[in-house]
């Protein structure tokens, strides 16, 4: 158990180390607690010994740690009021009663990724929540092509497909023609079935290489229909905070971001507002990840913050908090 005056250490070390990633000395802080730097420096000794600071190799002053992170969160942090600043931009979402509940969520949590510069993340229902409203085909080359399948929630998936013979553009087009003629309308999941029994029994009167087209579109969808629907805005931004600095560093962390099965993880499934902090999460021990699940008309999901173990969680859990009070209106 801390001392109050260790906490209010620790408060101070934490806050002015989010804002500045630099160390902090006892030196800059004798005036705020008022005691002298000896004082403060024996202070932070046994907050060290306790394992909640860190000493870094090229400077006396002391570093929060992942140890020191949580008990700042558990014990001593309080939710940042909101600025009107930032409650009138995400009122803009929320005031606009066209959108659909995925396009409000997928907007607000884009403005919370320029506020805060953290990166974003929504994982929905699999995709076989979803119906289909086109598919269109860009042909790259003689055997290989990407499909691109849009669903009635605005969900876009592009499927990169390799074909094992090559086909001509006319075929390809015929294919997607057909496709769209029979199954517009059909969910996700059910795309499989009128494929088999709408689609392949007719193909071979309009389509050529009809085998090869029609097993790359059937593959392309019952990978999609198993997929969850993942989107993500300001991938770039946690890239630019200063502990990332590092290219090898840089390399790991975007080919997390492209891997869907390891954003997949992310899913959250306890109720709240949850806060995993460096190690804690499966994803990267360098970043915390802030989430929460929701259930709302029937569609459920996970919204996700990831960001620096240096963020500002006071204010990362208002704004999600926000988010989360307003969808449910």
């Known amino acids: 158990m801390l001392s109050n005056r260790q906490e209010e250490l620790l408060k101070l070390i934490v806050e002015e180390y989010i804002k500045t990633v630099k160390p902090v000395s006892s030196k800059s802080l004798c005036d705020v607690l008022d005691c002298s730097s000896a004082t403060i420096r024996n202070e932070m000794g046994i907050l060290e010994?306790?394992?909640?600071?860190?000493?870094?190799?090229t400077s006396s002053g002391r570093v929060p740690s992942e140890k020191g992170y949580r008990y700042y969160v558990d014990n001593i942090m309080k939710p940042k009021e909101l600025t009107g600043d930032d409650?009138?931009?995400?009122?803009?979402?929320?005031?606009?009663?066209?959108?659909?509940?995925?396009?409000?969520i997928t907007k607000s949590m884009e403005i919370?990724?320029?506020?805060?510069?953290?990166?974003?993340?929504?994982?929905?229902?699999?995709?076989?929540?979803?119906?289909?409203?086109?598919?269109?085909?860009?042909?790259?080359s003689d055997n290989s092509l990407i499909a691109i399948i849009v669903t009635d929630k605005g969900h876009v998936e592009n499927?990169?497909?390799?074909?094992?013979?090559?086909?001509?553009?006319?075929?390809?087009?015929?294919?997607?023609?057909?496709?769209?003629?029979?199954?517009?309308?059909?969910?996700?999941?059910?795309?499989?079935a009128m494929l088999e029994y709408e689609v392949?029994?007719?193909?071979?009167?309009?389509?050529?290489?009809?085998?090869?087209?029609?097993?790359?579109?059937?593959?392309?969808?019952?990978?999609?229909?198993?997929?969850?629907?993942?989107?993500?805005?300001?991938?770039?931004?946690?890239?630019?905070q200063p502990e990332f600095d590092d290219t090898n560093k840089i390399r790991e962390i975007v080919s997390k971001f492209e891997?869907?099965?390891?954003?997949?993880?992310?899913?959250?499934?306890?109720?709240?507002?949850?806060?995993?902090?460096?190690?804690?999460?499966?994803?990267?021990?360098?970043?915390?990840?802030?989430?929460?699940?929701?259930?709302?008309?029937?569609?459920?999901?996970?919204?996700?913050?990831?960001?620096?173990?240096?963020?500002?969680y006071d204010r990362a859990i208002t704004l999600l908090n926000y988010i989360m009070d307003n969808l449910d209106k």
């Open 200 to 240: 392949k029994p007719i193909i071979g009167k309009y389509v050529k290489q009809h085998e090869v087209l029609y097993n790359a579109f059937y593959n392309a969808f019952s990978d999609f229909a198993q997929d969850p629907v993942i989107k993500m805005s300001g991938t770039k931004n946690i890239l630019m």
């Open 49 to 57: 010994d306790l394992g909640l600071l860190e000493k870094t190799h």
């Open 259 to 312: 891997d869907k099965e390891i954003v997949s993880n992310i899913k959250e499934d306890k109720n709240g507002i949850n806060i995993y902090i460096g190690s804690e999460s499966e994803f990267d021990d360098d970043v915390s990840i802030i989430k929460t699940h929701y259930t709302l008309n029937g569609e459920e999901g996970t919204i996700a913050l990831i960001g620096p173990k240096r963020m500002e």
């Open 159 to 192: 499927k990169n497909i390799i074909l094992e013979e090559d086909v001509t553009v006319e075929e390809i087009k015929q294919t997607v023609d057909l496709i769209n003629k029979l199954i517009i309308g059909t969910p996700i999941d059910e795309v499989s």
């Open 112 to 140: 919370i990724s320029e506020l805060t510069n953290y990166t974003c993340v929504i994982l929905g229902d699999t995709s076989n929540e979803n119906k289909v409203s086109k598919v269109e085909a860009v042909p790259i």
């Open 87 to 104: 409650m009138l931009k995400l009122q803009t979402v929320f005031h606009n009663k066209s959108l659909v509940l995925s396009d409000a």
